[in-house]
């Protein structure tokens, strides 16, 4: 037997495997992304003003902290939908963007029931001019919540 020959030895390709493998992964990221995308439109919603432009023109390291946080919490949830779908791509799918939809819906509850129980109001810590420790725990609490959220789904 020759060792050179041996050693150059891959094994074969499954060509069709790898499509269906790469078409899910796309499809599982326009997912993915379409999630995050809605919770953007709901931290939007429940924040006073323009998100993006108080994020990226303004600065605001407070909307900034809030985003980057409801952002985490999503991803999480995402994640974790995605990594418990079914095995079938469609069903797999369809799981990881109800699951996914139910996380911004829950997260935007959790915001919601923050500004209701926490002193001060969401409006005065987002138009605050300066990093405030209130930020960070809001946010904070935000990626609890998704972690819970996302141990939750089933």
Known sequence: MNVTSQAMQFGSVD????????????????????VLGLGFLALDLLTPGNLRHQVYVDRNPNAAILLGANHLALAIIVVTAIMTSADSLGQGLVDSAVYGIIGVVLQAVALRLLDAFVPGHLRNLVNEPRMTGAAWAVGISLIAIGAVNAAALS
């Open 15 to 34: 060509a069709g495997s790898l499509a269906q493998g790469a078409v899910a992964t796309l499809l599982f990221f326009v997912v993915g992304f379409v």
